[in-house]
């Protein structure tokens, strides 16, 4: 089918342990849903998982999801966590192409053309980003909504990709390490205020 499973209106309950296979869209969130999605396998032909309506939430857990174009995309301002998740896709990982005001956290990135894009504020910490072409591309300027800057998050480690960082916007407090050519790459502002948020860039081949 085009979409695996549809949340297009307010609900609860648990989606869970299931094998759901799309065409398109594995798990579109179009609405709250009050209840957790885990430990599911998903695999899609577009988007693994999509949070794709204004004020849409959900608990995205434990899952194993790949998309053929992206794993996981915020696509609208919504809600949520997403933690603890094994996301591969063949041109993202992560999306975060609107701001999600939940924890996005300790998931593993990787496959992808490119691991994590942060074009939108979030509180994106402690992920794994690694056997990516590019680990991260940051377009978020803004120090208030900038990559690291948000919420207090851990920092992300950014391992074993072609390029690291491609930065086009701010960074800070990312530690970005062993990646086969270049740590960081771009024109952006790399650093924040202080050193008790300093990026760590280390042992990068050139």
């Not at 491609?166 to 960081?184: K, P, S």
């Amino acid at each position: 089918s085009a979409t695996g499973i549809a949340l297009l209106a307010p609900a609860s309950g648990e989606i869970a342990t299931n094998e759901i296979a799309a065409t398109g869209t594995g798990v579109s969130v179009g609405a709250v849903f009050t209840g957790s999605i885990h430990d599911n396998a998903i695999d899609a032909g577009t988007v693994g998982v999509s949070f794709d309506a204004a004020g849409a939430g959900a608990t995205v857990e434990d899952n194993l999801v790949h998309g053929s174009a992206t794993g996981i995309a915020s696509l609208a301002v919504a809600d949520g966590r997403i933690a603890r998740n094994d996301v591969s896709g063949g041109t993202t990982a992560l999306d975060v192409a609107a701001a999600f005001a939940g924890a996005i956290e300790s998931n593993d990135l990787y496959g992808a053309q490119t691991g994590l894009r942060y074009a939108a504020a979030a509180a994106v910490g402690a992920n794994r980003i690694h056997d990516n072409d590019t680990g991260v591309v940051a377009t978020v300027a803004d120090a208030a909504s900038a990559l690291g800057f948000v919420g207090g998050a851990e920092p992300n480690q950014i391992y074993s990709n072609t390029f690291g960082v491609d930065l086009a916007g701010r960074m800070q407090d990312q530690h970005v390490f062993a990646n086969a050519i270049h740590g960081v790459i771009g024109s952006g502002i790399l650093g924040g205020d202080d050193l008790d948020h300093a990026n760590v860039i280390e042992t990068n081949e050139t």
